[in-house]
């Protein structure tokens, strides 16, 4: 029940404010360092972790009171120490796995020199809501002002399922800065999953309303939540818009089997199925072991142009891909391909002439 009253336990619209804005706590980086940063945060989208936790790492020494770069540095340390785990082929339990391991670096760091942009570094490790709360309840005990770590909470209890405890904390971080956008973020993912998707679309707006004037925000993560926007916008039976959105994201840098998915759902509810085929059919040339863009043709040729011979083919095609695939998500799309085959063989289905 918490779930579905998320737009009336949460101000509307939290994140507007008369006040004027400024300068933040715990934002501390020079203009001078910018271009640097920015590259750091490419070369993470990149992959390249190592290079990312060099950059960031510099950074941090330049501006070692911004809790973003913190933040940055410590997501591109973690993401180095897996790979490099990977790379190894090293079979690590959850006590010595690379997030365990920085897990007590910063709980260390945080006994060692008390101060709430410590406790919140550490918290983000926790795998333990308890432990994760009980250290931001430190940082609060030295800072009650700040926004973060209302916002790290907010995270934490999203994680646990507890959205009274997400809305009431989001609440917190909004008095305290009406700009935060990792904030405005989880606002909209909230909404959107509880099903509020007017509300939902426009914190997303609001999102990239300000995405510009934040120079933490890059061209992908941009596109991102564009995506995030259309799918809300197709939930909502908004589809024009949906598509309007999407026209401008196939050149983006975002997760193209995702594009390509929304894109089908799109001219599905356009009422379209020939263009979403032939947009599944491009998705599926592009990469022809992608096993989604398999799926979605098989749906459309079975469901919405009623043909069920050529869907035969297109669950064959399904279970041929996902034989080399040996993930969960693969498997269950393997298990799919066979009843939907099962069923079409039992109707025994005349072939078109």
Not at 42 to 58: K, Q, T
Not at 185 to 197: K, M, P, Q, V
Request: aromatic share 6%; hydrophobic share 45%.
């Amino acid at each position: 029940m918490a779930v579905l009253c998320v737009a009336c336990a949460t101000t509307q619209k939290p994140w507007v404010s008369d006040g004027a804005f400024g300068p933040q706590p715990y934002e501390a980086i020079s203009e001078g360092l910018l271009e640097e940063v920015l590259e750091g945060l490419h070369e993470f989208e990149r992959g390249h972790f190592a290079r990312a936790a060099s950059v960031f790492e510099a950074a941090c020494h330049e501006a070692p009171n911004d809790l973003r770069l913190a933040i940055l540095y410590q997501e591109a340390r973690l993401a180095r120490s897996e790979e490099r785990a990977r790379q190894l082929g090293l079979a690590l339990d959850q006590s010595s796995s690379p997030r365990a391991q920085l897990r007590r670096i910063y709980r260390r760091a945080a006994e060692e020199n008390p101060m709430p942009a410590a406790f919140v570094l550490a918290a983000r490790l926790e795998p333990d809501r308890k432990a994760a709360e009980l250290l931001l309840g430190r940082a609060l005990e030295l800072d009650p002002r700040m926004a973060w770590a209302h916002y790290a909470l907010a995270h934490v209890a999203a994680s646990d399922g507890d959205w009274g405890a997400v809305h009431s904390e989001l609440e917190l971080t909004f008095e305290l800065d009406p700009r935060h956008l990792p904030a405005l973020r989880l606002l909209a993912w909230a909404r959107a999953t509880a099903g509020e998707l007017k509300s939902a679309a426009e914190a997303y707006e609001a999102w990239l309303e300000r995405a510009g004037e934040d120079w933490l925000v890059t061209e992908r993560m941009q596109s991102t939540l564009e995506l995030d926007l259309a799918l809300v916008y197709l939930a909502a039976g908004e589809a024009r818009r949906a598509e309007e959105l999407l026209k401008g994201l196939p050149g983006a840098d975002v997760d193209s089997r995702r594009l390509s998915a929304s894109v089908i759902a799109a001219l599905c509810a356009r009422g379209q199925p020939d263009l979403a085929r032939a947009a599944a059919e491009a998705a599926g040339q592009a990469d022809p072991t992608a096993l989604m863009p398999a799926v979605q043709e098989a749906l459309l040729l079975e469901l919405w142009l009623k043909d069920p011979w050529a869907a035969r083919e297109a669950w064959r095609r399904v279970l041929e891909i996902s034989a080399g695939q040996s993930d969960l998500a693969s498997g269950l799309q393997r298990f799919r391909a066979q009843l939907h085959l099962e069923r079409l063989l039992a109707e025994d289905t005349v072939p078109p002439r």
